[in-house]
């Protein structure tokens, strides 16, 4: 039985949709997945816990899909199953993104489950080499300067992304994502005004509105994104797994939200490695590319 341990955004839904039988889902708390109801709530305090629940209901496969927050562990609530596995855990506490996911994975080996990838349990997920839309990218489009910037932020165990304009990078996906690497080059564009849609952070809500329901993309194409096809600055959103990164986890993901971010950033296409990002809703990703006349291309 396969377990999917969700986390936020609509991958985990994508995910467990392609499967025959309905998986077990189980998120960390604060983590819950869009459009997916959830069998299982855990804490990571009590981590030890609920690998014994996966194990007494049959679960042999997992897949960790979805963004997940790294949690604050409070060593008080830490229970005596979990007691054990602190040692493991404790050594990657102010390590990098990847060395953290390498030891939860060695936890649920060690328990005897197999770690199982999106793309592995969902294969359509990985779009096809080659341009996938009507618009292609330049023959002279230079990604060398990405592609070290690639290696680079893999050193140093960063993001997965970055921005190149003229042959430079002008701006790298840090901590935060690659959803506000973008957000901070449509904020830094002569004349923008944020949307506003209530409280808190509104162009982050624009943009969750916009990502959860397909339907605003036609609303959008013919607001926001007439304007952006109008202010076109230039660049390439470039996404590509980390170097020696373990694909069965954190595999790079854009979608809808993706390519109207890139078009609001003034951007013209998005260069992804072919087999390591998964593309959500593809034929909306299309949609959206082609409208703004910009490229995807899967290199």
């Known amino acids: 039985m396969l377990a999917l341990i969700a986390g936020r955004g ?150 997965q992304a970055c921005v190149l304009r003229d042959g430079v990078v002008i701006a790298r996906e840090d901590a935060r994502g690659t959803d506000a690497m973008l957000a901070d080059l449509i904020a830094a564009q002569p004349g923008y005004s944020a949307p506003t849609l209530g409280g808190g952070d509104p162009l982050g809500a624009a943009m969750d509105a916009m990502g959860d329901a397909l339907d605003a993309a036609a609303n959008w194409l013919s607001g926001p994104g007439a304007e952006a096809r109008a202010n076109r600055s230039g660049g390439v959103l470039f996404k590509a797994p980390k170097p020696d990164q373990d694909r069965r986890v954190d595999l790079p993901t854009i979608g809808p939200r993706t390519a109207m971010q890139a078009a609001e950033a003034g951007l013209d296409g998005i260069v992804i490695a072919a087999g390591g990002v998964i593309v959500l809703d593809q034929p909306q990703v299309r949609q959206i590319l082609d409208t703004m006349g910009m490229f995807l291309w899967v290199r």
Do not use: K, Y
């Open 10 to 159: 609509a991958l985990p839904a994508a995910v467990a949709a392609a499967q025959a039988r309905a998986p077990l889902v189980c998120t960390l708390l604060g983590n819950a997945p869009a459009h997916l109801p959830v069998d299982v709530t855990f804490r990571i305090e009590h981590l030890g816990t609920f690998i014994d629940t996966l194990l007494s209901r049959g679960v042999t496969d997992v897949c960790f899909c979805g963004a997940v927050d790294r949690p604050q562990v409070d060593p008080g609530m830490i229970d005596a199953r979990t007691m054990p596995l602190v040692p493991a855990l404790a050594g990657v506490g102010g390590a990098g993104e990847d060395s953290v996911l390498r030891a939860i994975i060695a936890v649920f080996e060690g328990a005897g489950l197999t770690v199982r990838g999106a793309h592995e349990l969902a294969p359509d997920l990985l779009p096809p080499a080659g341009h996938l839309t009507a618009a292609t990218a330049p023959s002279d489009l230079d990604l060398g300067a990405a592609e070290r910037v690639s290696e680079e932020q893999a050193a140093q165990d960063l993001g």
